[in-house]
């Protein structure tokens, strides 16, 4: 089955450190996305991504980084410049850049940063 | 610019009864609607969305949503409620990034917990 698939499910990391969060899809979208999910603040956009080598920054860039260099895979980054990275974070995708297009998302990664 | 709000962080219904989720939007162009939902520590799926096709739209698991837009709602509604209906619900619109065309933004709403009593 095709899906969206977010590594690892759960990620400890000390602070200043940088730490990579995976994501691969098959679903053979050409959009991408990464969310910070946080309780009671819903879902906020940090980065995403249209097609290869391109990627835009979204609401809450601001010490995150991302990839895109394959259509599968788009991973972010979470620099020691993230002044609050302990969230959940969820990745999607979409068929296309159509508005009605809906995402499909991970299961998510947990981050704990102390 | 779009936004969404969902009326109530936390929703408590009896196994059985009406679920009735609130979300009203604002959006300077006509939107697109979605309801997503969330079961613990997983990702979101979607529930229904909303066109501008039929003004009621039909999901999974039961769920359905209609789009008023002399009130600026879609709120989500269930005939009666299941244990498995448990989860939190996000309300989000569709926007449309500024100066790149066609890019698609979902502005998402803080959700509501649902929690069904036995």
């Known amino acids: 089955d095709g899906g969206i698939t977010q590594s690892p499910k759960y990620l400890f990391r000390k602070e200043g450190q940088n730490v990579t969060l995976s994501c691969e899809q098959n679903?053979?979208?050409?959009?991408m996305y990464w969310y910070r999910q946080d309780p009671g603040q819903g879902l906020r956009l940090i980065y995403y991504?249209?097609?290869?080598?391109?990627?835009q920054k979204g609401d809450i860039a601001e010490g995150y980084s991302v990839s895109r260099e394959k259509k599968e895979s788009f991973p972010l980054t979470v620099t020691s410049a993230q002044k609050n990275p302990t969230a959940f974070y969820l990745c999607a995708s979409s068929k296309d850049r159509g508005h009605n297009s809906p995402l499909h998302f991970g299961n998510g990664t947990r981050l704990t940063v102390t | 610019a779009q936004s969404v709000t969902q009326l109530g962080s936390h929703v408590s219904v009896s196994e059985g009864a009406l679920v009735l989720l609130r979300c009203n939007y604002s959006?300077?162009?006509?939107?697109?609607l979605f309801w997503y939902v969330q079961y613990p520590n997983q990702g979101l799926q979607l529930l229904l969305k909303y066109t501008s096709a039929a003004t009621l739209v039909k999901g999974i698991n039961g769920f359905e949503a209609e789009f008023k837009k002399s009130e600026t709602s879609f709120h989500l509604t269930k005939p009666s409620a299941h244990m498995s209906d448990a989860a939190e619900y996000f309300c989000a619109v569709s926007a449309v990034f500024p100066l790149i065309q066609g890019a698609q933004k979902l502005v998402f709403g803080q959700g509501t917990r649902l929690t069904i009593n036995p």
């Open positions: 991504s249209q097609i290869v080598n391109d990627f």
């Open positions: 679903l053979n979208h050409d959009a």
């Open positions: 959006s300077s162009v006509p939107p697109y």
